[in-house]
């Protein structure tokens, strides 16, 4: 069993999130689950965000959309690999 990951840290959320967003959709046949976290709430948001996709695909593809994420200002990512 093979499962593939892509973290993706924002660090300025409000100005990167419509860009990433944007990779995401056109991504979006290969991923299968999606999970968003930022700390704050209501008047306290803050402006880091954290994303963690589980995808699927080739690897040439997971590959691509993490190193697409990867180019943008502020964003880092990871596609993590893990195998039984």
Same mark, same amino acid.
């Given at each position: 069993?093979?499962?593939? =990951?892509?973290?993706?840290?924002?660090?300025?959320?409000?100005?990167?999130?419509?860009?990433?967003?944007?990779?995401?959709?056109?991504?979006?046949?290969?991923?299968?689950?999606?999970?968003?976290?930022?700390?704050? =709430?209501?008047?306290?948001?803050?402006?880091?965000?954290?994303?963690?996709?589980?995808?699927?695909?080739?690897?040439?593809?997971?590959?691509?959309?993490?190193?697409?994420?990867?180019?943008?200002?502020?964003?880092?990512?990871?596609? =993590?690999?893990?195998?039984?």
């Amino acid at each position: 069993m093979k499962k593939s =990951v892509l973290l993706i840290l924002i660090g300025k959320r409000k100005e990167a999130a419509v860009k990433v967003q944007q990779i995401l959709t056109g991504w979006g046949c290969i991923i299968k689950t999606r999970l968003g976290i930022h700390d704050g =709430v209501l008047d306290n948001c803050s402006d880091e965000g954290l994303l963690i996709l589980e995808l699927f695909g080739s690897d040439e593809q997971k590959g691509e959309l993490a190193r697409k994420v990867e180019l943008l200002d502020g964003v880092s990512s990871k596609l =993590v690999e893990l195998e039984l």
